[in-house]
């Protein structure tokens, strides 16, 4: 598990991050809508910009959260793999689709 530090630093950071982002998001609204503000400036590919911009900022923050995340998962709850089984199964398969030929049964 996170220790609580780990976390506030994670909050800390994306919180920083979102605030600056829907600043900016803010303005480049404030921006479109002209003077005097018109609603039509607000174009499809207005808003679609504004989802990139966005997901690009965001994103890298969310996937080192969920990586240490699993990581810590994984640490905390170990497990293996029976390679015999995983063996046997690809065999079976190979042998449904006649990749191997009846000699080498």
Known sequence: M???????????KLSKLMKKQLREYGERIIDTLGNPPDINNLTPEFWENESKIMSLAIIPVLEKIYLEAAREVMLASPSAVDWTLV???????AKTIHLISSRDR
């Open 2 to 12: 996170l220790d609580p530090s780990e976390r506030d630093d994670f909050e800390t």
């Open 87 to 93: 063996n046997q199964a690809a065999a079976d398969w």
